[in-house]
């Protein structure tokens, strides 16, 4: 069985390639798996935060989850020619 961890590599991975052969099924599949993953991995953080009584463990969850959160959720921009080659492949 895969860890998270795992997975979440092999899916980048599988990103890459789709983008290298500009598989636009393949980068949204991909992607999706990843942020599926991400997202659960904050809800159990979460969880876990939300049920125990030490401070610092809740203290020291809840930022990690908030930096995981930040960094999830940020725009971003492809740099210039993975647009051109993106505008070509739609």
Known sequence: ML???EAILRDTDRTEQAIANLDAPGIVGNTSSIARRAHRILQVAQSEADNSEDPLFVD???DAVDRLRNSMYKPFSLPQPWTVRLKTFF
Do not use: I, L, N
């Open 3 to 5: 860890s998270v961890e």
């Open 60 to 62: 020291r969850v809840s």
